[in-house]
């Protein structure tokens, strides 16, 4: 079993989110990623046998940061399916259902 990741992001990407130096960074950082997992299987559906959307800690120069990712199996089709599907259609507002930008609505 071949696996990969797709980077979601830590929120949507047309609201603010928490920033690596903010006072209690972690903790609001890890909230909001558990937040927008929620909000994207309201939005894509739950994730099918191969697939998972996890919070990941990934490390900088600046501090380590968390984002929502999409694990697969590469060798499961409607997994990876599944895993570009977040990519392409997580929600940009927290606002369930609102998967474009409001400057392309």
């Given amino acids: 079993m071949a696996t990969d990741y797709v980077s979601i992001g830590p929120a949507p990407c047309d609201e603010e989110c928490a920033q690596v130096g903010d006072d209690d960074y972690i903790n609001k950082a890890r909230s909001e990623c558990q937040r927008y997992i929620a909000l994207i299987r309201k939005v894509v559906g739950p994730e099918p046998f191969g697939?998972?959307?996890?919070?990941?800690?990934?490390?900088?120069?600046?501090?380590?940061?968390?984002?929502?990712?999409?694990?697969?199996?590469?060798?499961?089709?409607?997994?990876?399916?599944?895993?570009?599907?977040?990519?392409?259609?997580?929600?940009?507002?927290?606002?369930?259902?609102?998967?474009?930008?409001?400057?392309?609505?």
């Fill in 51 to 105: 697939a998972r959307l996890v919070m990941q800690a990934n490390h900088h120069d600046f501090g380590t940061y968390y984002e929502v990712i999409c694990k697969y199996d590469e060798d499961n089709e409607e997994a990876t399916q599944y895993a570009f599907r977040c990519e392409d259609e997580a929600p940009t507002r927290w606002e369930t259902g609102c998967t474009q930008s409001p400057k392309t609505q």
